[in-house]
């Protein structure tokens, strides 16, 4: 087997073909640039897209229908379940927003009870805070058939 050397005394035989190489990709370039800039081209290509668009618009919907079916079958979320999923995490993010906002209010409010409190009470009561009273349900009665059982036990 003979090899070919290349050296810096020795010409570079592929040389020649990369030259023709790279003038005629300098011609086509030229050429092409020429043709995608002219009416007649954008006129074509915007007729094979609504050709396109006409063929493929009635296969849409049962193609979509497929592959949801597939996905489902193959227990894989679809683009609609992770909108749906986007959605409820924005939901509980606004909700978490909000939740902090009405928390930084009480908290200024109760720093103003407490500022309040501080200035007109003795020492020893600064460090207690009043808890508002909750009113408290009576108990439930019991029900009239328990009160009947109740009432014959004692006539006994």
Same mark, same amino acid.
């Not at 229908?65 to 959605?87: C, K, M, N, V, W």
């Not at 939740?99 to 003795?122: F, I, T």
């Given at each position: 087997?003979?090899?070919?050397?290349?050296?810096?005394?020795?010409?570079?035989?592929?040389?020649? @073909?990369?030259?023709?190489?790279?003038?005629?990709?300098?011609?086509?370039?030229?050429?092409?640039?020429?043709?995608?800039?002219?009416?007649?081209?954008?006129?074509?290509?915007?007729?094979?897209?609504?050709?396109?668009?006409?063929?493929?618009?009635?296969?849409?919907?049962? @193609?979509?229908?497929?592959?949801?079916?597939?996905?489902?079958?193959?227990?894989?979320?679809?683009?609609?379940?992770?909108?749906?999923?986007?959605?409820?995490?924005?939901?509980?993010?606004?909700?978490?927003?909000?939740?902090?906002?009405?928390?930084?209010?009480?908290?200024?409010?109760?720093?103003?009870?407490?500022?309040?409190?501080?200035?007109?009470?003795?020492?020893?009561?600064?460090?207690?805070?009043?808890?508002?009273?909750?009113?408290?349900?009576?108990?439930?009665?019991?029900?009239?058939?328990?009160?009947?059982?109740?009432?014959?036990?004692?006539?006994?």
């Amino acid at each position: 087997m003979s090899t070919v050397e290349t050296g810096p005394n020795q010409p570079d035989p592929m040389e020649k @073909m990369r030259e023709l190489r790279d003038a005629y990709l300098d011609t086509w370039s030229k050429y092409l640039i020429e043709t995608v800039n002219t009416e007649a081209y954008a006129q074509a290509s915007g007729a094979a897209l609504n050709g396109y668009l006409n063929v493929a618009v009635p296969l849409k919907e049962p @193609m979509e229908q497929a592959l949801l079916r597939t996905l489902e079958q193959l227990h894989i979320p679809s683009s609609s379940d992770f909108a749906g999923l986007a959605g409820r995490m924005t939901n509980i993010e606004m909700q978490l927003d909000n939740m902090d906002a009405k928390l930084d209010r009480l908290e200024k409010l109760l720093a103003g009870v407490q500022a309040g409190q501080a200035s007109s009470k003795p020492a020893q009561a600064r460090t207690r805070v009043a808890a508002p009273r909750v009113a408290r349900k009576p108990a439930p009665r019991a029900t009239t058939a328990k009160a009947g059982r109740g009432k014959a036990r004692k006539g006994k």
